[in-house]
């Protein structure tokens, strides 16, 4: 249901693209992000989660397609480990990553199986690639009454997939999956109801708390995905 496309400012911090807690608490539960293991995030927006996690001490490189928000990344956290590129190809080498990222990236990619061989290239054998999404069977909901139509919202959000939809895309690229139990319904949430759907949202999410609804449901899919040998 909630997918961050327009930005959120606070006087504390950058233009937030995505559920930063919830997205932290998924990287916490999959266990993959142990010392020493060498990371790639892609679509880091700002930067806030790569700076976290440089700030923890991981060995992480971002690729961003957006230079004015690596330049708003700069104003607010300097120099960080991150690059401009310009399309699905990733500038590294082969098998260069124990860990692939993505938070709010995969809807927006035309070509979504170009973008899945080259997580696979990149990462090792055995590699991870954690990944949240927006579920399309509640996000087609949300964005068409964000919009107020039935069409406006494909254009951005390209590759929408349902749970299975994603489950088995990975797997015709040579990944086994599994999804994580995170909960998303925070500040950030609240205010993104709020904003687009005023007080009948929040009703809504008071009603019926998107947390409590079965996998295949839940308004963000969250997934770990290992690179088959």
């Known amino acids: 249901m909630i997918e961050d496309v327009e930005h959120t400012s606070a006087p504390a911090g950058p233009a937030q693209f995505g559920n930063l807690a919830a997205n932290a608490r998924f990287l916490e ?11 790639l995030e892609i679509g880091s927006g700002t930067g806030s989660l790569l700076h976290r996690l440089v700030e923890q001490g991981h060995r ?7 230079g004015g928000l690596i330049a708003e990344s700069r104003r607010w956290y300097g120099e960080l480990p991150l690059q401009l590129v310009d399309g699905v190809r990733l500038p590294f080498a082969d098998a260069s990553f124990d860990v692939v990222l993505s938070f709010d990236v995969f809807e927006h990619i035309p070509d ?3 973008h899945l061989a080259e997580v696979r290239r990149v990462l090792r054998p055995g590699g991870h690639y ?3 999404t927006p579920n399309k069977w509640t996000n087609v909901v949300f964005e068409t009454i964000r919009w107020r139509s039935f069409t406006r919202f494909r ?7 349902t749970l299975r939809q994603l489950t088995a895309r990975l ?5 086994t999956s599994d999804t994580f139990d995170v909960p998303v319904v925070n500040a950030f949430f609240r205010e993104k109801v709020r904003r687009h759907l005023g007080t009948p949202g929040l009703l809504a999410v008071r009603l019926v708390n998107p947390d409590r609804l079965p996998f295949w449901l839940r308004p963000n899919l969250y997934v770990r995905a290992r690179k088959l040998r």
Do not use: K, Y
Not at 171 to 175: A, I, K, L, M, N
């Open 60 to 66: 992480i490189r971002g690729v961003e397609i957006n």
């Open 112 to 114: 979504s199986d170009a």
């Open 130 to 132: 954690l990944m949240q």
């Open 171 to 175: 797997r015709r690229h040579g990944f």
């Open 29 to 39: 539960l999959s266990g993959a992000l142990r010392p020493g293991t060498e990371i």
């Open 155 to 161: 254009a951005d959000h390209c590759s929408l997939h």
